[in-house]
């Protein structure tokens, strides 16, 4: 089973900009469709984005759309998420997740669909 650690959080200000990294290993990266969540306090976990096996496809959750970019590099088992222009309200832990192939054009945007998922890593974005 493919594990994952995600870096990169950290507390930045309203309208900068943050790169979390996602490091892979075990099992055949590019077996595994991957993806962003994220959680904040009291709140439930909520889909960022996420790409196909070899990041042909990207998909985005409507409140990040147009800020985040999601990329994966397969030869170095890194998955990426560009966060900018973030906002107060994007505070939240973002955790990585790995799930099984999917098929046609919709991603499995639940969290019950990823099967490995990494520790998280805190961002916060102050006012």
């Known amino acids: 089973q493919v594990q994952l650690v995600e870096s990169g959080g950290g507390l930045v200000q309203a309208e900068g900009s943050l790169r979390l990294s996602c490091v892979a290993s075990?099992?055949?990266?590019?077996?595994?469709?991957m993806a962003w969540f994220r959680q904040a306090p009291g709140k439930e976990r909520e889909f960022v984005g996420g790409?196909?096996?070899?990041?042909?496809?990207?998909y985005y959750g409507d409140l990040v759309k147009g800020r985040f970019t999601i990329s994966r590099d397969n030869t170095k088992n890194i998955f990426y998420l560009q966060m900018n222009n973030l906002k107060p309200e994007d505070t939240a832990v973002y955790y990585c997740?790995?799930?099984?192939?999917?098929?046609?054009?919709?991603?499995?945007?639940?969290?019950?669909?990823?099967?490995?998922w990494g520790q998280g890593t805190q961002v916060t974005v102050s006012s």
């Open positions: 997740a790995a799930g099984r192939p999917f098929y046609g054009d919709t991603f499995p945007s639940k969290p019950e669909s990823f099967g490995s």
């Open positions: 075990g099992g055949t990266f590019s077996n595994y469709v």
């Open positions: 790409t196909s096996r070899f990041g042909g496809r990207t």
